[in-house]
Structures are given as C-alpha cells and as structure tokens.
C-alpha cells in the first residue's frame, strides 16, 4: 500500500505517520536497464496468462467438465486478485529479508508457477495413474489435480504482478519519468507475452519439440498444452533469475517496519483491507461513477476472455468437445485471433495519449471504444450465423463427422473482431487506473489505495460472470453467444456512462494516462 504524506512530530523528534505507513530508506532511481529488466518479468506472468485464456476452458470440457460448470473454475482468478495481492503488497513493504523486500516474493511466486503448471499438464497422466477410467468422459481425479494446479497457478501470478509493479516504482524512486518509462515497459513486455503464448497455443505441432508429452491419458491436444507450459516455466526462470540476480534491492530493516496508526497505537489485523474500508468511506462522486463504468466494462469484457476460443471451436468451426478435429481446429485459430489482438493491443496503447486528444479526451475515447466492443460483442452473433449456414461435411459422411473448416471469408471475419477488439483492451488496461488515481488525489488515498479499489470494481464482476454465465448459456441451450450479448448491452451501457457522467480529469492531470498499465485480474 502507498504510505500517506502526512505526518506528526512528536516531542522525541521521531516522525510519526498519521497512518499506516513503512519508512523505507532514501532511494536515488536506478538506471533504465535495470528497470527493463524487471518489467521483462512481465512478459514470463503474461505468457502464462495467454496460455490460461486461450487453451485452459477447451482443456477442462477434455477432462470431463461440462461448459455449464466450466466458468467456475475461473473464480479463482478474481477471488485470488482480490486477497492475494493485497496481502502480498503488504507485507512486501514490511519484509525485512537480506535478500529485499520484493525479490523473496518474486522468487516464491516463480517456483509455485512451475509446480502448478506441472499439475495443470500433467492432470490427465496423474488422474489415470490414480485410477481415472479413460473410456468414461469424466475423469474426476485428473479434474481434483487440474482445479488444485489452477487455482495455485492462480495465486502465484497475483503473488509476481504485485511485488514486480512494487519495485518498478521502487527502482523509479519517485522520478516521475522513469515512473512512466517504467509502466510503459512493463506494459510493453505483457504485450510480448500475450504474443509468444498466444503464439505458442496456435502451433498445433509444438507437441514434436517435447515427444514425451504425448501419453496414453494425454492426446495430442493436452501434449501440445503441457508443451506451451514448458516453454512457459522457461520464459518466466529466465527472466525471473535474471531480475533477481541483477537488481539488487536495499534491505529493509526491522525497526523501520514499525506501523503506526493516528492515535499512536499499533494496528493490528489487516491493515490493508482496513485501509481498503476507509477509502471506500472517502470515495468522491467521480469514482464511485468510475468503479460503475469499469464494473460493466469487465462485465462486457470477460465472458469474451474466458470462451473466445471455445467460441471459435463449437459456434465458428462446428467442433465438438473431445470428437474429431474440427474442435482443435478451432481452438488454434481463436489462439491466432488473440496473438493478432495482442498486437493491436500494444500498437494501440502506445497511442492512447493521441487518441485521446484527437476525439476530446479520455472519457470519450473510453465511451466510443466502449461502443467498439459492444459492436463487435454483437458481431459474433452474425459470425456464428453465418458459419452454421455455409457449414459442409464431406461428402459421404452424412453430417456425422467433422464438419470441413469455415469458408475463408467467414473465418478473416472471426479474426477480424479478434484484432479489432484489441483497440478497446489497450484502453481498459490504461484509462481506468489513471483516472482512478486522478480522482482519488483529493481524499488524499494515495495510489495505491485507489487502485486497490479499482481493482475490486474488475475483479467482482469476473465473479459475477464466472458464476452465472454458465447456467445463463445452459439456459439459451448451450453456446456462447448469450453471455457475449449480455457483454454487448453492458458495453454499450459502460460507454453511455462514460461520455455522459465521467468528469473530464483535468489537462495537466490527463497526461499520465498512457503511463498506467493495467493487468487481467
């Protein structure tokens, strides 16, 4: 948490805080290289991110877990964005370790990656080793390890994000333009990692590198998944190993950590989400308008994150869980949209300042990308239409088997909305947490509060999604289509909001926007 500025001298002439705060020692910035080096961590945690959204919901429906039941599992994401990084962040600002403040987290958040990306790979082998009958659908032990491996995988990449954005702005020291040179590398190398994983989720042969993968519990599919994972505890050991040992970090000693609260006691409990509570108490009409507008903007965004490539699988290329090819077929073409998403993604956010400037500012330009999405949302309803009524089979099968992939124009039109979407990302990965911390300047929250809060407005909404989208598509009989036509109207209200309620922050304060990054949970 970012300490408040205020403080009170007492007759001792110690400084006392009037909040929760840790003295840290006087930082000068350090060179730009160092600070490339720890933003290129960014890239390992989003390789692993772009391996989860692309392959991960395909991959529970292969051990047996049904597409009603399959958002669930998805909980863990918003639920461990919400704990996770609160607690982590704060007691990183107390550590007190020889090795630093942040490193220590940055290290165990690496090594619990690995584990849980071995479990998530290996679920199949390990369930059928325990007993899993591979002639029944449902393999219950390979779903106990894969949900276990996931919800760690989970947790440790909110255990990295937090610690890593805590010493980028270490390292800056406070100079506000290594600061922004900071958060635009570290956005920049999420954008690297959303490439190289989604990338690697499209290479359907990547299986041939690892031989070994494929198993008899684990077909061709689930090799080339535990073959990207294996590329992916690569990326992150190097760039993880290499922050660590070439950043060093001064070292915190205990009688800096002592934490004092306005009375002069000392807090007890958890202070962060203690914190969090006060803030909510001084929130100002701007944010609470910005916490609604973000609220339906990530309802809009991730019933489109977590099935964009099961979209592709069942509704663009006909596919069936588990049956033939098409499926698969599918699936690596959605992980292509998404690597041409990732592309515009980073495009786009190095632009944001002369987008904003060119429609009138950033409430605007957050609406009418708001409308972009809502539009494209609603496209897939056309796409899928289209596909089902141009679908062949080969002759002689009598529609029983695979159906033949989508004419040419149908699929550049599916890949289309994949890139496009990806103008309206940069702009929720950016806008949002700038304003969040503009708004918030007055109540004297800080940054780090107002972010905290932010992040409740992405992270409830993801539970919301990822626990009634399921049933909300059984309903319409199954697909996708209906949670992606909610995500338009919620879109397309978010976009209303934003031109006609949001304040304008003002010109002097609106600079800082492309400087923020966000990330997925």
């Not at 730009?32 to 720890?38: E, G, P, S, Y």
């Not at 998530?120 to 949900?147: C, E, M, Q, T």
């Not at 609260?261 to 007890?268: C, K, L, N, P, Q």
């Not at 950033?362 to 679908?391: D, E, P």
Request: proline residues 6%.
């Amino acid at each position: 948490m970012e300490p408040l500025s205020s403080t009170k001298q007492i007759n001792n002439n110690i400084t006392k805080p009037s909040s929760l705060h840790v003295e840290t020692p006087p930082l000068e910035p350090s060179p730009l290289r160092k600070i490339m080096v720890v933003a290129s961590i960014a890239a390992g945690v989003q390789f692993g991110w772009a391996l989860q959204l692309s392959l991960l919901t395909p991959y529970v429906q292969l051990l047996g877990i049904p597409h009603t039941w399959a958002a669930y599992i998805w909980l863990c994401g918003p639920i461990s964005g919400m704990l996770v990084q609160p607690i982590v962040g704060y007691h990183s600002d107390r550590c007190t370790s020889r090795f630093g403040r942040r490193r220590p987290f940055i290290a165990a958040g690496s090594i619990a990656v690995a584990i849980a990306v071995f479990l998530i790979g290996y679920a199949a082998d390990l369930g059928h080793s325990f007993g899993d009958n591979l002639d029944k659908k449902v393999r219950p032990r390979a779903i106990g390890i894969f949900v276990v491996g996931f919800w760690i995988l989970d947790v440790a990449n909110n255990m990295l994000q937090g610690p890593c954005r805590a010493l980028l702005g270490d390292l800056c020291a406070g100079n506000q333009r290594k600061t922004r040179n900071a958060n635009a590398f570290f956005s920049f190398f999420m954008a690297v990692g959303n490439v190289l994983g989604y990338a690697a989720g499209a290479y359907s042969k990547l299986y041939h590198v690892f031989p070994f993968t494929k198993t008899k519990a684990c077909d061709v599919y689930c090799a080339n998944l535990k073959s990207c994972f294996f590329l992916s505890i690569a990326l992150l050991t190097v760039l993880a190993t290499s922050a660590l040992i070439y950043v060093k970090e001064t070292v915190l000693t205990p009688e800096k950590t002592v934490v004092t609260t306005e009375d002069g006691g000392s807090s007890g409990g958890m202070p962060c989400f203690g914190q969090l509570s006060g803030a909510f108490k001084e929130l100002k009409r701007p944010m609470w308008i910005l916490l609604l507008v973000t609220c339906l903007n990530w309802i809009a965004w991730f019933p489109f994150l977590l099935f964009d490539t099961d979209w592709m699988g069942k509704e663009v290329y006909g596919g069936t869980v588990g049956e033939g090819h098409a499926y698969d077929m599918g699936v690596r073409a959605g992980a292509l949209g998404l690597m041409l998403n990732s592309v515009v993604l980073g495009a786009t956010s190095l632009g944001v300042d002369v987008l904003a400037r060119g429609v009138g500012g950033v409430k605007r330009l957050w609406g009418i990308v708001n409308f972009l999405l809502a539009i494209c949302l609603g496209l897939t309803v056309l796409v899928t239409k289209l596909a089902q009524h141009s679908r062949q089979y080969a002759p002689g099968t009598g529609g029983l088997q695979d159906p033949l992939p989508p004419s040419g124009g149908i699929k550049a039109g599916a890949l289309t909305l994949f890139s496009v979407l990806g103008i309206p990302l940069a702009i929720t990965y950016s806008i949002p947490f700038a304003l969040a911390s503009i708004f918030s300047s007055t109540s004297g929250a800080g940054q780090g509060l107002s972010l905290g809060v932010l992040n409740l407005a992405i992270v409830i909404p993801q539970m919301f999604v990822s626990v009634l989208s399921g049933p909300w598509d059984a309903l319409f009989g199954g697909g996708n289509l209906p949670a992606f036509v909610v995500g338009a109207v919620a879109a397309l209200a978010s976009g209303i909001l934003s031109i006609i309620l949001l304040p304008s922050p003002p010109p002097d304060m609106a600079k800082s926007v492309s400087a923020t990054g966000g990330g997925f949970h």
